[in-house]
Nanobody, 122 residues
Framework: QLQASGGGSVQAGDSLRLSCAAS????????IGWFRQAPGKEREFVAS????????FYGDSVKGRFTISRDTAENTVVLQMTSLKPEDTAVYFC?????????????????WGQGTLVTVSS
């Protein structure tokens, strides 16, 4: 199971750090992805990272602003968000899949936990 945390309310241009904590062992073939969902919209791919080789892949809307990384000691995937914009406002979720981090469809991920709300005001 995965649990997202670290959300909050910030101003445009601020930074925020989200964490996705995993219970149990994570295999090297696993990729953990961050998605977000704004009210009335579909779940959108943000970023994903392969646990074993740290290959990362980003959605176009966050490239250059967000960085995904993994901490093996803490069994955690971190999403560092900078230069936040009001359009980044959403509930952020993390999920996992076996295989490539380049898969951007939410249906290919599982073990979703409760999300964490990020609100960016202008």
């Amino acid at each position: 199971q995965l649990q997202a945390s670290g959300g909050g309310s910030v101003q445009a241009g601020d930074s925020l750090r989200l964490s996705c904590a995993a219970s149990g062992r994570i295999f090297s073939s696993t990729s953990i992805g961050w998605f977000r969902q704004a009210p009335g919209k579909e779940r959108e791919f943000v970023a994903s990272i392969n646990w074993g080789d740290r290959r990362a892949f980003y959605g176009d809307s966050v490239k250059g602003r967000f960085t995904i990384s993994r901490d093996t000691a803490e069994n955690t995937v971190v999403l560092q968000m900078t230069s936040l914009k009001p359009e980044d406002t959403a509930v952020y979720f993390c999920g996992l899949r076996v295989g490539s981090p380049r898969i951007t469809e939410a249906a290919d991920y599982r073990n979703w936990g409760q999300g964490t709300l990020v609100t960016v005001s202008s």
